[in-house]
Each structure stands twice: as C-alpha cells, then as structure tokens.
C-alpha cells in the first residue's frame, strides 16, 4: 500500500467515525468529541464531588467559585464517551451560577444541552448531575466551617 492509499483509507476511517459519532450524539456531541472541553482534574478546585454510577463509570466533578459563583469547572471520568460527553456539558452548564442553582440543574438539562443522546446511555446525564451536586455540597460544607472558624 503506498502513502497516498493509506492516508485516504485513514481519511475514509475518520469520516465514518464521525458520521457515526454525530449520528449517535448529535453536532454538538461531535463537536465537543473533536474538541474536548470542561475536561480533566483542576488541582486548584474548591469543591470536588465523586460518583460511582451503577454502570461502574466513576465520575468527578471540579468546580472553581468567585463571589459565590462558579467561574471555573470540569469533570474526569473512567467511563465511556457518553459519561465524558455528559460530564463536560454538566461542567459547561455550572459556569456562573451559585450553588442554589445547581442544584436546580437535572439530567433532563444536561440531555437537552446536548440535543441528540442514546437514550440506553442517559443515565450517565443524571450521574453527571448528581456527582456536580456532590460537589456543591463539598463547597457549601467548607464555607459553613470558614465562618465557624
């Protein structure tokens, strides 16, 4: 096979993984699958909340707050694309609200974030959400001690 066979049949790999990918999870899923965002640990969070699902994907949630709002966030996941999906558009939604508002969020919110999801795979919406809400439970038990301290 020469250079050129190969590079088309990789291109031709690429384009039915994205089809299939956009198929499954929408534009935006596509997008955010080729351009990862809201992703990763922040070492300097001020709350983390982790989560086992009952599908055995481990979820956590970092958030980062400023006068009470959250102006930095993201998630990690051992799971699959659609916990890593899910987590980061959990993630996105937390920017600049406080934690009243979070936890108004639900999975149905994160779901219509995304637009387009398997429905056997939304689940990992409602883990999204409840491993942020655990977070923000870890924030508002900090402040408490800070004021009792």
């Known amino acids: 096979m020469t250079d050129k066979q190969y590079d088309a049949l990789i291109n031709e790999i690429q384009e039915k993984i994205s089809l299939e990918t956009q198929e499954f ?5 596509l997008d955010r699958w080729r351009n990862p965002q809201f992703n990763g640990r922040l070492e300097d969070a001020d709350a983390q909340g982790k ?11 970092f ?6 709002l959250v102006n930095k966030a993201s998630s990690f996941t051992d799971g699959c694309f659609s916990s890593r ?11 600049g609200k406080n934690p009243e508002e979070l936890f108004d969020l639900t999975g149905e919110d994160v779901l219509e974030a995304i637009g387009i999801f398997p429905k056997e795979e939304a689940h990992c919406a409602f883990l999204a959400v409840k491993t942020m809400q655990e ?15």
């Open 25 to 29: 999870y929408g534009v935006k899923g």
């Open 51 to 61: 989560i086992t699902g009952k599908c055995g994907d481990t979820m956590e949630i």
């Open 63 to 68: 958030l980062c707050f400023d006068n009470n």
């Open 85 to 95: 999906l899910c987590g980061s558009f959990a993630a996105e939604l937390a920017m």
């Open 135 to 149: 977070a923000v439970n870890a924030y508002l038990v900090k402040q408490v001690r800070k004021k009792q301290s």
